[in-house]
Nanobody, 124 residues
Framework: EVQLVESGGGLVQAGGSLRLSCAVSGFTFDDHAIGWFRQAPGKEREGVSCISSSDDNTYYADSVKGRFTISSDSAKNTVDLQMNSLKPEDTAVYYC?????????????????WGQGTQVTVSS
């Protein structure tokens, strides 16, 4: 059974930083891509970042590029998302997902998660 447990969300002022962590279990970590997507009220879900555990290739949405960094630790089975220079528009529930990856030169997200999500609120 796949289990994803997110942590690290909270309330921060604009310009601040947060680090999200996802503890992964139930599948072979090294064979998967792991990532994050977010859901803000009244907005469509957005794939934020994804990392391929086999080769460490990464994807970032244009909206977070240069501010967010994804990393994985196969020994600990965790995937972290370091979020710097946060903006109010980053406010959302962030979900860890095992269903993102690369197909050819494109990246995809299925927007399904077995995690409960973690709230990130950025005040202006």
């Amino acid at each position: 059974e796949v289990q994803l447990v997110e942590s690290g969300g909270g309330l921060v002022q604009a310009g601040g930083s947060l680090r999200l962590s996802c503890a992964v279990s139930g599948f072979t970590f090294d064979d998967h891509a792991i990532g994050w997507f977010r859901q803000a009220p009244g907005k469509e879900r957005e794939g934020v970042s994804c990392i391929s555990s086999s080769d460490d290739n990464t994807y970032y949405a244009d909206s977070v590029k240069g501010r967010f960094t994804i990393s994985s630790d196969s020994a600990k089975n965790t995937v972290d998302l370091q979020m710097n220079s946060l903006k109010p528009e980053d406010t959302a529930v962030y979900y860890c997902t095992s269903e993102c990856g690369r197909y050819g030169s494109s990246w995809y997200f299925t927007f399904r998660s077995w995690g409960q999500g973690t709230q990130v609120t950025v005040s202006s």
